[in-house]
């Protein structure tokens, strides 16, 4: 096996600042920079560095960042980071999933493998499309492990395991300088590769596709959404590669996807057939979809608005709560009476609190009533840490609205 890069950064030691340290102790795995009162030696952007508190206690080690978030804790108190310990987490992370039924078998072949901070691995993300994984790395000390990392995933899965795709260019720090570039780590396969989800087929593009290839995290949602769809005119907003439209047109009275993107649209479009052959109730448009939705005033007694993330940065969340506001409020002025709105929010800045008042603020304004129907949000294949609520990134709720 691999051994774990070495770095000057594992000498380092990193003092918090007085009760800078109770976040840490309640096993929360980021340490802001204000936190910190002093660095001993000069670290590396991605090198291993272990932080105490004021008294001089070991809290734990990590990847250094010179961002915001400074560190990355990877274990709390004592404890190398070694290819034993991202053997055991990575080991952890996919006996995980076998246990909920995500064993690259059955009706579901694609499924989230690795989920950052909610397996213990801050700035990982890997998802499995039927025997190819596509690993993306936010952060320059993870990818530090890459090589590691594909050993030990080729070691877990086996036979279930065909190749291994790095897809990081974008997701690095910009001013990291890695020159990452997208490629394979181990084998290849032929891309787009149609894989399964609750017995639905997909055309899969993780090369040119966003993120890993599809949105994994709407699995739960798209299966209620069909249950509502029956017998209702279905707007899909934000439709990307028609993941909600491919659920909902079996049961629809027509299926309209919406997006700004035509290689999307027209997966979409592909997707659609791929289950239902050539069906007259489904139509693209390859528009804006806020100015689609503004002319779609009595159209539609379903809407799906699953818009990309408004925030990245808490210096933007004001705007983004806005955006949320004026989409949801045009959304229930425009739908049908007995009509409803599957709406969601991506953005790990918006709390779950604040998305629901976006939403109240713009059902106040457009003067309907308005009723929460289910309150929404990932999949367990997508955990959520529980000493890190930051990991809940996915919000939804769904409307009736009179």
Known sequence: ?????????????????????????RFHPWIFSGAIKKIYGEPSEGDLVRVFDNKDTLLGTGHFSPGSIAVRLLNFGKGDIDPDFFDSVIGRAVDYRRSLGFDGRGDTTMFRIIHGEGDG???????????????????????????????????????????????????????????????????????????????????????????????????????????????????????????????????????????????????ARSNVL???????????????????????????????LDPPAFAKHNNVLGNA???????????????????????FSCSQVVSRENFRKSVFVAAANAGRRVRILHQMSQPPDHPVNIFHPESEYLKGLVLYVE
């Open 1 to 25: 096996m691999k051994k774990v890069p070495s770095a000057a950064g594992e000498t380092v030691k990193i003092v918090l600042k007085s009760g800078k340290d109770q976040s840490v102790i």
């Open 121 to 267: 691995l801050p700035g990982l993300i890997a998802d499995y499309y039927d025997g190819v994984v596509v690993l993306q790395f936010h952060s320059v000390g993870m990818y530090r492990h890459r090589e590691l990392i594909a050993e030990i995933l080729e070691k877990r899965l086996g036979e279930r395991l065909e190749a291994i795709y790095d897809k990081s260019e974008n997701t690095l720090p910009f001013r990291s300088g890695i020159g990452s570039v997208n490629g394979w780590i181990k084998g290849n396969a032929v891309c787009p590769k149609v894989v399964m989800e609750n017995g639905y087929r997909f055309e899969i593009d993780w090369i040119n596709g966003q993120k890993t290839g599809f949105f994994i995290d709407q699995r739960e949602n798209r299966m209620l959404a069909s249950k509502y769809s029956t017998g209702r005119s279905v707007l899909n907003l934000f439709g990307y590669t028609g993941g909600f439209s491919v659920y909902c047109i079996s049961n629809a009275r027509m299926v309209h996807s919406v997006d700004s993107s035509v290689q999307a649209s027209e997966m």
């Open 274 to 304: 791929l289950n239902s052959a050539d069906n007259p109730a489904h139509e693209v448009y390859s528009t804006d979809a806020f100015s689609y939705l503004a002319e779609s005033s009595g159209k539609y007694d379903m809407m799906i």
């Open 321 to 343: 709560l806005q955006g949320y506001k004026r989409l949801n409020m045009k959304a229930i002025e425009n739908i049908l009476p007995g009509g409803i709105i599957f709406t």
